[in-house]
C-alpha cells in the first residue's frame, strides 16, 4: 500500500532553519501534487506548501519568503526548507501526496505528522 513517511523534525530556536522531506513509497502509478499542512495546538490544519504539477507552487501567506518546499520527481519526495523560523512556526507538520495507485482512484495521502517546535 502507499505509505509517506516524514522526517526532519525537531526543536530548533527562533531564527533558526530546519529541512523536512517526506518520501511516498509504495504502488504508486501518478503523482499530481505533494505538499505540507501544520496544525498548532487548538488550531485548524492549514496548508503551509503546495508543490503541484509541473514547476507551480503555492505557499501560506505567513510563511512566504522564509519556506521553500521542492520536489525529487524520481523519488517522489518532496522538502521543506524552513529558514528563519518563528515561535509560531510551531505545530505538527503534515506531508500530504495527491496521486494515483497502481490500483484505485487518485486521491490523498498523508503521513503522521512530524512535530516542530520552535523555542529557545
Known amino acids: 500500500q502507499v505509505q509517506l513517511v516524514e522526517s526532519g523534525g525537531g526543536l530548533v530556536q527562533p531564527g533558526g532553519s530546519l529541512r523536512l522531506s517526506c518520501a511516498a513509497s509504495?504502488?504508486?502509478?501518478?503523482?499530481?501534487?505533494m505538499g505540507w499542512y501544520r496544525q498548532a495546538p487548538g488550531k485548524q490544519r492549514e496548508l503551509v506548501a503546495a508543490?503541484?504539477?509541473?514547476?507551480?507552487?503555492t505557499y501560506a501567506d505567513s510563511v512566504k519568503g522564509r519556506f521553500t518546499i521542492s520536489r525529487d520527481n524520481a523519488k517522489n519526495t518532496v522538502y521543506l526548507q524552513m529558514n528563519t523560523v518563528k515561535p509560531e512556526d510551531t505545530a505538527v507538520y503534515y506531508c500530504?501526496?495527491?496521486?494515483?495507485?497502481?490500483?484505485?482512484?487518485?486521491?490523498?495521502?498523508w503521513g503522521p505528522g512530524t512535530q516542530v517546535t520552535v523555542s529557545s
Open positions: 509504495g504502488p504508486i502509478f501518478s503523482v499530481y501534487g
Open positions: 508543490a503541484l504539477s509541473g514547476e507551480s507552487t
Open positions: 500530504y501526496a495527491d496521486l494515483i495507485p497502481r490500483i484505485g482512484i487518485r486521491r490523498m495521502y
